[in-house]
């Protein structure tokens, strides 16, 4: 068999992984958890044995830029082995369809009269590809195009991303115009005996609020949720396990029940958990000027990215305190611009996954718990077990930090300040991924040793 590997050689943790791989498609196994951290080079040691046995293969990713590294790792290996390996990225209709109208681009399809379709040509194009790959909303919205391929593995990429059921959010001005559309009350239930009335008004208007809505509440339960209405798809990680037959769930911090993999290399990097602070979900103002402190303190001696649990804080954070002569922004882009500066972010929110950001010191400050909202509710009346609280609620807070700090910490052999910041991060570490508990964690809860710590580091950094 020709080994295919794109690169000379392998990093620290890269042989492992593809040796396990390996040796599970050799193997009647249909699932392999493989957890290790960012900057090993995963795609790369699991895409490599995947073509050396031949194997059609769908890959799933969370974002765009995502499929873009796929891509480049295959692209590679054409170039450096001489190989023509086929890739197709499936993108959605708003990405491929000239045709596409606002506010509802996919709802074109059912007015298009156009032979040549760049959106479906795309899967015939994946009927011949070797790589397929496609994003997790993609797999959801258009399931059953996606089913219908030739797939021999299926590699799910940031696989925390399969644990909580999916969630779509249908706004009370959407069921507002839905009901003037069908000349019907504002209530879910009713409006879904609308389906025909629906399709009438796409083809009579271009688009409908209401075929919006009939076509969202049917892909799973709904309920209301303040002036929204939720949707879950409590079925979809079954439809998964049932239409894939063989999988490899690839993330950087796995759930605590399952097994598999776990990639541990040692960072050059300094952890610390400062128990110093603690930062509830619900707002209290008396925390906000210990928590200034902390982030004055590493904006003064590196370009620092701060995390923080919810919009309300960081928004508070940056409009309460006067923060000259630092350069604290809530934009990346006017934070790349600079020398030195700091970032005010939010876990969880858009620059906390599927990015890589330069900079010199990450700090999650508060433990990004979920709000125990109703959709958090019925997950746990929904699975009655006991520690659904340690799989529902707690991890989940632990994922949404490690995706914080993983966009600066991105390659083992840089020296990184990483701190979280609130004494639950203490209670929280036996669920930490394996690589990152292995690493030398400082424990500190004064702020004076804190400062010592950040200096001394800084020191040893420039030297």
Wanted: proline content about 5%.
């Amino acid at each position: 068999m020709l080994k295919i590997f794109p690169y000379l050689s392998f990093r620290r943790g890269q042989d492992l992984i593809y040796n396990i791989v390996s040796r599970f498609l050799d193997s009647s196994e249909n699932e392999l958890w493989v957890e290790a951290p960012t900057g090993v080079g995963k795609t790369a040691a699991v895409l490599s044995p995947l073509l050396e046995h031949g194997l059609r293969v769908l890959w799933v990713t969370r974002t765009l830029k995502e499929q873009e590294v796929v891509l480049k790792e295959v692209n590679r290996i054409n170039r450096v082995h001489g190989t023509g390996f086929k890739v197709t990225l499936l993108r959605g209709i708003s990405e491929r369809c000239p045709y596409t109208r606002p506010p509802f681009p996919h709802q074109t399809c059912l007015t298009c009269k156009s032979i040549k379709c760049p959106y479906r040509e795309q899967f015939l194009e994946a009927f011949h590809s070797n790589v397929v790959v496609a994003t997790y909303s993609m797999l959801r919205d258009s399931r059953d195009k996606v089913a219908s391929l030739p797939v021999d593995v299926t590699v799910f990429d940031e696989a925390h991303t399969l644990h909580l059921p999916p969630v779509k959010r249908i706004p009370r001005e959407w069921i507002l115009r839905a009901a003037m559309e069908a000349g019907a009350r504002p209530d879910p239930n009713i409006l879904l005996k609308y389906a025909g009335v629906a399709e009438r008004i796409v083809l009579e208007k271009g688009f409908s609020y209401l075929y919006e809505v009939v076509r969202v509440l049917s892909s799973g339960e709904w309920f209301l949720d303040g002036s929204d209405v939720v949707v879950v798809d409590w079925g979809f990680r079954d439809w998964v396990k049932r239409t894939f037959m063989r999988k490899i769930y690839l993330t950087a911090t796995a759930p605590p029940n399952v097994g598999g993999l776990k990639v541990s290399v040692p960072f050059n990097s300094k952890f610390i958990i400062y128990t110093g602070v603690k930062l509830p979900l619900k707002l209290r103002l008396r925390f906000l000027d210990e928590v200034a402190r902390l982030i004055r303190l590493l904006g003064l001696f590196y370009k620092s990215v701060i995390f923080l649990p919810s919009t309300t804080y960081r928004d508070i954070l940056y409009s309460k305190f006067d923060w000259e002569p630092l350069n604290v922004t809530v934009v990346l882009e006017e934070f790349e611009e600079v020398e030195k500066g700091v970032l005010l972010a939010v876990s969880g929110g858009k620059y906390s996954e599927g990015i890589d950001i330069t900079a010199e010191a990450v700090a999650v400050i508060g433990v990004p718990y979920a709000k125990p909202d109703e959709y958090l509710r019925r997950i746990y009346r929904r699975y009655r077990f006991k520690g659904k609280r340690k799989l529902f609620y707690e991890y989940p807070a632990v994922v949404r930090a490690v995706q914080a700090i993983g966009r600066v910490l991105r390659n083992p052999n840089e020296r990184k300040l990483v701190v979280l910041a609130d004494k639950r991060f203490l209670k929280l570490r036996k669920l930490l991924p394996l690589w990152l508990k292995k690493q030398e964690i400082l424990v500190i809860e004064d702020y004076r040793k804190l400062e010592k710590e950040i200096i001394l580091f800084n020191t040893r950094l420039n030297q």
